[in-house]
């Protein structure tokens, strides 16, 4: 199974600025997917982006890119020009051909004006 | 519009009851899931299904129970044997168990009293 880890529990970022928010992630499969999902307050798990162990370019949509390392096993969340709507709790997850998803402890984005 | 439906939002029960929670999805997919959030946590997978008539123990299966009839239901009864219940429940579904975004329902508050 995979292991992911989420080493900040908090991060705090200015309206318009950019944010990354980082996941480490262990597994023996050569080939995975990782997903990042946003829960707002409301308790929805919003999905955001997927990059698949094997894709060659960066995962991006619109204002949300990854910064997937695959040789440090890393899959950073890139957040550019942030906005209120960001404030939430963001969770990087990963499966493979041989596991379901496993989800990290989550880091929680606070957005100011 | 297609998506996942859980019922109710908010429940509460008495210690010693068993209780089912609602999942619904019209999006055709194969797979279906039941995770549980306890708070500051991420998700932990309690049972996954990849077709009708067959489903999977997750992490934490011990004190639940589902059921799968029919392609779009999956609902599960939490009972009297689960020792910490009160949580918040999430559902989600994907076309395939692995490799594939899940959708999530809006998921059921449950505090059992």
């Known amino acids: 199974a995979q292991k992911i880890t989420q080493t900040q529990p908090g991060m705090f970022v200015q309206e318009k600025e950019a944010v990354t928010l980082d996941c480490t992630y262990d597994?023996?499969?050569?080939?995975?997917?990782l997903f990042w999902y946003k829960q707002p307050s409301s308790g929805e798990m919003i999905f955001l982006i997927y990059?698949?162990?094997?894709?060659?370019q960066n995962a991006t949509e619109g204002r949300y890119s990854l910064n997937f390392q695959k040789a440090r096993k890393s899959a950073n969340l890139v957040i550019s020009a942030s906005q209120l709507g960001d404030s939430a709790m963001y969770f990087c997850?990963?499966?493979?051909?041989?596991?379901?998803?496993?989800f990290g402890k989550g880091t929680m984005l606070l957005v100011s004006p | 519009d297609g998506g996942i439906t859980q019922s109710p939002k908010y429940l509460f029960r008495k210690e010693g009851q068993n209780v089912t929670l609602s999942c619904e999805q019209n999006?055709?997919?194969?797979?279906m899931y039941w995770y549980r959030q306890d708070p500051g946590q991420g998700l932990r997978l309690i049972y996954y299904?990849?077709?009708?008539?067959?489903?999977q123990k997750g992490d934490i299966a011990e004190g639940y129970s589902v059921s799968r009839e029919k392609k779009e239901s999956f609902p599960l009864t939490v009972t009297s044997a689960q020792k910490n219940p009160t949580a918040f429940y999430l559902c989600?579904?994907?076309?395939?168990?692995?490799?594939?975004?899940?959708?999530f329902g809006p998921g059921t508050r449950l505090t059992v009293l």
């Open positions: 989600a579904s994907s076309t395939g168990l692995y490799y594939n975004e899940q959708f």
């Open positions: 597994t023996s499969d050569p080939s995975y997917g």
């Open positions: 997850t990963g499966n493979s051909g041989y596991s379901t998803l496993t």
């Open positions: 990059q698949g162990s094997y894709d060659q």
């Open positions: 299904s990849q077709i009708v008539n067959d489903f």
């Open positions: 999006l055709n997919h194969d797979a």
